[in-house]
């Protein structure tokens, strides 16, 4: 292995373990706890290191968003594939969804509550987040309807549980009552 292979493997991993930190900081107490400052004694690297790396918070949670975003998308296909019928499979899909964003509540605000400086339903999204979107479509668009065009069933349906997912979280809505509400949303918005 060349000097610069190994340069280039310890940057990568120094990213990874900052981002890591980070995700766990903000899982423990939240974002407001995640600085440079106490990330850079977390990870024993001086703080120009962490910038070497990353300009500041808003990239440090936009690469954490961008990893919950593939992590999302594996999760739902996931649950998807073991479903029988699109009725099962959008079941699994909201379930999936919904219990991504309550085990994972920080990551779940990196995605869609905070500013990462990441482009959404642009030319120039990154790809975690064309495929996360493409995760909620691949199911979605079997039970569009006629003349509903696929992608906007799934932006209504993933707003639906981009909705129940936080007031849930936020206390708004109680939480024994996920289950029905997702059966409603099924039932009532993809008419299954």
């Known amino acids: 292995m060349s000097v610069q292979e190994r340069k280039q493997r310890e940057r990568a991993e120094r990213e990874r373990l900052i981002v890591a930190t980070a995700r766990e900081l903000a899982e423990q107490q939240g974002w407001d706890a995640v600085t440079t400052r106490r990330l850079a004694e977390r ?3 001086s703080q120009p290191v962490l910038y070497s790396h990353f300009r500041g918070k808003r990239e440090i949670i936009g690469a954490v968003a961008l990893q919950g975003a593939s992590e ?6 996931a649950a998807t594939a073991a479903a029988d019928g699109p009725r099962a499979r959008v079941t699994a899909l909201a379930r999936a969804y919904l219990a991504f964003a309550e085990r994972h509540p920080a990551v779940y605000d990196a995605l869609f509550q905070l500013d990462g400086g990441l ?11 064309k495929d996360a979107f493409a995760a909620l479509l691949e ?5 569009a309807g006629d003349g509903v065009r696929p992608e906007l069933f799934t932006e209504t349906f993933w707003a639906s549980l981009h909705g129940l997912a936080t007031l849930t979280r936020a206390g708004r809505l109680p939480p024994e009552d996920t289950e029905r509400r997702t059966e409603l949303l099924v039932d009532r ?3 299954l």
């Open 72 to 77: 999302m998308a594996v999760a739902m296909r």
């Open 119 to 129: 482009a959404y339903a642009q030319e120039d999204t990154p790809e975690p987040l």
């Open 189 to 191: 918005l993809a008419m």
């Open 139 to 143: 199911c979605l668009s079997e039970v």
């Open 43 to 45: 990870i024993e690297y």
